[in-house]
């Protein structure tokens, strides 16, 4: 269990590092790409939720 907690977190870590590094040595300016992550990030939630709609039905208890 204590080798797959370390495990988990390293590759987590190593996942934030990547992002981190990647933003800094990226073309665009900050704003530029603060602008695109924001976007995606909306984006990914926005799938998250409407998939989350889908697949829980909805409760009739309200309605009565």
């Not at 665009?28 to 695109?36: A, D």
């Not at 976007?39 to 998939?51: G, H, L, M, T, Y």
């Not at 889908?54 to 208890?61: H, K, L, T, Y």
């Amino acid at each position: 269990m204590k080798n797959t907690t370390v495990c988990i977190f390293s590759v987590l870590g190593g996942m934030v590092l990547g992002s981190a590094i990647a933003l800094a040595l990226a073309p665009k300016t900050g704003q530029e790409m603060r602008g695109l992550v924001r976007d995606f990030v909306n984006d990914e939630i926005d799938k998250w939720r409407s998939a989350y709609k889908e697949a829980v039905p909805s409760c009739d208890c309200e309605k009565k």
